[in-house]
């Protein structure tokens, strides 16, 4: 049996907007095995944008 950590690996979330802000979090592999992009809160900015999932 896998372990928790090997299913639900912490991500790095980097901003879009280039200002270098992120966000950690944590996502399931099996149920998305690609990159994840969110639409998240940049406080530099100060608006909304997509925040893309790095490694």
Sequence with gaps: MAS???L???IKMVSTAGTG???VTRKNRRN???RLVLRK???VVRAHVEFKESR
Excluded: L
């Design 4 to 6: 928790n950590k090997d």
């Design 41 to 43: 809160f940049d406080p």
């Design 21 to 23: 802000y992120t966000y």
């Design 8 to 10: 639900r690996p912490i």
């Design 32 to 34: 998305t095995p690609d």
